[in-house]
């Protein structure tokens, strides 16, 4: 899985649209080779991406759990640590 696509669900707040919309964007490019779409393409890439977030939105409103909710701060400070760790100069 792309690195940069990150999980939506089960946040604390909620996932907004604008994450949603990013996570298909990156996921569009992932699939498509390409960072940013021709004129040709632009339509194409556009309504990938518009389609995929639109999809996304009704699987994360369908799912359910009895888990808590994860909370953002934390999720991101385990991402920078393991980042941290990664990319530690040696």
Known sequence: ??????????????????????AAVQYVRKVSGMQKPSRANEAAFERAVHEIAHVTEHLLEALVTTARPRDREVEAARRRARAEERFATR
């Open 1 to 22: 899985m792309c690195r940069n696509i990150k999980t939506l669900y089960n946040f604390e707040p909620p996932t907004t649209h604008d994450e949603i919309h990013a």
